[in-house]
């Protein structure tokens, strides 16, 4: 049997099938969950081939769904979960575990990593272990049948980390590299100190495990700031909610909350606001490797703000030249708060002066 087959038969696979009455008849909900019990995962091959796995169970369904969907707003849906599984299973993963190797490179003769009890190979291979497995909870948040995407998943109600570390609880990998999947959405290691798995390890294992989390939790935050430093919030599933409004406004009561160093959590609010509850994730942050790879990615996701409310600008019907340069500046003193008082580095000058004389102008 080959490799691929081996861990194939390791891997169980689960419907949670449910029906739901509409005006339009039954609804039909189908979402897969998934338990890779005795698979062996110590290398990067054996966690890409154990991902790879689960996705190539999880797209076939959603091929067939969308070829059998007839009506057109539908099937847009049904592609735009294809588009979105594609993104979490797949692109976002292999950012992580390169935005990981940035770190590691920037790290390689740290105090920090020397007091790590492994070497840099084998901490290296964990890491990326964790960057690659992190999200494949996300495969269990689509509903197959109805090609539509539901965090919340019907019957179980779990946040994408959780399903992940359910998924790989009964692998064979090492409780390390479980317990920072498992803890990879929180800002900090308060969680996972209280688990049970942490507390059965030694005390090396528990800083290998503090560490792992550590290293999680800043890459996914990184790799989620650079792609929306290369597309904005346009491929962001906020772009598409009803909750945000795009009228180039930013709410005042979370724009000094963001001033005051306080991490926003919002379920709706203005466009803008989503992008400054992307900037206070950089507000937990563990090591200054990190802050110094976010430099340059705050400084073009600040761009991308930027040229985000002169968009909403331009698309409005009713201009005011006076409220878009108040929302300019309040996104300027976001910038400075953000990199040059909370990471002590310098911002681009160029950007500041443009922005600067475009708030001029505005204002004239």
């Known amino acids: 049997m080959s490799a691929q087959s081996l861990l194939s038969s390791k891997i169980k696979v689960q419907h949670h099938k449910s029906e739901e ?83 590691l490179e920037k790290m ?37 049948a109805a090609g539509a995407v539901c965090m919340e998943r019907g019957g179980l109600k779990k946040h994408h980390a959780l399903i992940s570390f359910d998924i790989l609880e009964h692998a064979r990998i090492k409780p390390e590299i479980l317990l920072a999947i498992r803890y990879h959405e929180f800002a900090d290691v308060d969680e996972v100190i209280n688990d049970d798995l942490y507390k059965n390890m030694s005390v090396d294992n528990q800083k290998i495990a503090r560490f792992y989390t550590y290293v999680l939790q800043d890459m996914d935050k990184t790799a989620n700031l650079t792609e929306r430093s290369i597309f904005g919030i346009k491929k962001c599933a906020e772009f598409f909610d009803p909750h945000y409004i795009q009228d180039y406004g930013i709410t005042e009561e979370y724009f000094e909350n963001a001033l005051n160093g306080n991490y926003l959590r919002l379920k709706g609010g203005h466009l803008l606001d989503a992008m400054m509850r992307f900037v206070t994730w950089t507000y937990c942050i563990h090591f200054q490797e990190t802050k110094e790879i976010l430099a340059e990615v705050l400084t073009k996701f600040f761009a991308q703000m930027y040229a985000e409310a002169e968009r909403e600008y331009e698309n409005s019907a009713d201009k005011n030249p006076v409220k878009l340069a108040d929302t300019l500046g309040k996104i300027m003193q976001l910038e400075n708060y953000s990199i040059f008082e909370r990471m002590n580095i310098s911002l681009d000058e160029k950007q500041k002066n443009a922005v600067s004389a475009k708030i001029k102008e505005l204002r004239a």
């Not at 039954?26 to 897969?32: A, C, E, P, R």
């Not at 338990?35 to 790879?52: G, P, W, Y």
């Not at 964990?126 to 999200?135: G, M, N, P, Q, Y």
Request: charged residues 30%; negative net charge.
């Open 108 to 144: 390689e003769n740290s105090e920090a990593l020397k007091e790590i009890p492994l070497s840099y190979e084998q901490i290296w291979i964990d890491t990326s272990i964790a960057a690659i497995l992190h999200d494949i909870g996300r495969l269990s948040e689509v509903d197959i």
């Open 21 to 103: 009455n509409s005006e339009d008849g039954k609804i039909l909900h189908d979402f897969v969950s998934f338990d890779a019990e005795n698979a062996e995962i110590n290398t990067i091959s054996e966690a890409k081939n154990l991902a790879k796995n689960m996705g190539e169970k999880v797209f076939p369904y959603l091929q067939e769904t969308l070829e059998n969907m007839t009506d057109d707003t539908k099937r847009s849906q049904c592609e735009k979960t294809v588009a979105w599984v594609h993104k979490k299973a797949v692109w976002h993963p292999e950012l992580v575990e390169k935005c990981t190797h940035q770190l």
